[in-house]
């Protein structure tokens, strides 16, 4: 995911107000008055009402794979420095930043207008939905998620385990810029991208393609040095997959369910961008320079499903 072009701090919201929600187990819009759960926003799967007098049958969440690869909750070599699991009923902004709106198409003219309604957190999942919906002058709408400010690191092994959506025009994007950006700008903050998809038809493989890239600054130059990796088979909108690097003072190596695929050497001075903190960023673009604009092959709502992130160090 190339750079945005402008970043800044986010200022707290307005205190929040609770609202009592009622779940909604079976989907038919009726809550259950036994069920109640107070929140500043509306849960997933829960509604404002408490009119449901039978209430027993929960929906079976279709878009959440039942399989897929796992990695370890801990390493013999390394202590878990941070992880998010997604356990709750919405997103922990403890950890997490909201940034909002099209951004003049964040610098790479996507299409969609980010909005805080499109992410979700529910059964253990994060879910970042994109959706054929107007917003602004946009006519996609998805979310975009930093821990800017809130957890910065250097190096260490970062898991994430999630489905991918799929789809021409729909690029999902698992990764990490420089703590820096608000003094030294992109690319010279540095960039390493952990996994981006350009979805597709399954014809061309793009829907099983993953790519890891680093990107800096080269004299006054955008430098980027990249690799990819392609299911045998399937797509990765099928099950649950693993995107991880390993990230020290010389290198960054790249995995797919444990398997390198990538790698670059950091140790050049021109690289130095790789020797600083950085934070991690999750979204899910619509449209955009490098996966064109959705077709009449694309189908909306997508989802990007993320089980799990953890650094270890």
Known sequence: MFATLSFSCTKADDPCVKKTWYRDLDGDGKGNKAAPYDACEQPVGYVANADDDNDGVAQVVSIIPTKGYSTPATYSTMKLLWADEFDGMSLNENFWNYELGNNGGWGNNELQSYKKENTS?????????????????????????????????????????????????????????????????????????????VGGNSGNGSDRTTYGTAHWDNNGSHAQYG????????????????????????????????????????????????????????????????????????????????????VFQ
């Open 227 to 310: 690799g990819n990796t392609k299911l045998a088979s399937g797509a990765f909108n099928d099950e649950f997959h693993v995107f991880s690097i390993v990230w020290d003072a010389t290198k960054i190596v790249w995995y797919l369910d444990d398997k390198e695929f990538h790698k670059i050497d950091t140790t050049p001075s021109g690289l130095s961008e790789f020797q600083e903190d950085y934070f991690l960023i999750v979204n899910l673009a619509v449209g955009g320079d490098w996966p064109g604009k959705p077709d009449g092959t694309t189908v909306l709502p997508q989802h990007l499903i993320v089980d799990y992130i953890r």
């Open 121 to 197: 957190v529910k059964d253990g999942y994060l879910i970042i939905q994109a959706k054929n919906e107007s917003a602004g002058n946009q006519i996609y709408t998805s979310s975009r998620l930093t821990t800017q400010n809130k957890f910065n690191f250097k190096y260490g092994r970062i898991d994430i385990r999630a489905a991918l959506p799929k789809g021409q025009g729909i690029w999902p994007a698992l990764w990490m810029l420089g703590k820096n950006i608000n003094t030294v700008n992109w690319p010279k903050c540095g960039e390493i991208d952990i996994m981006e998809m």
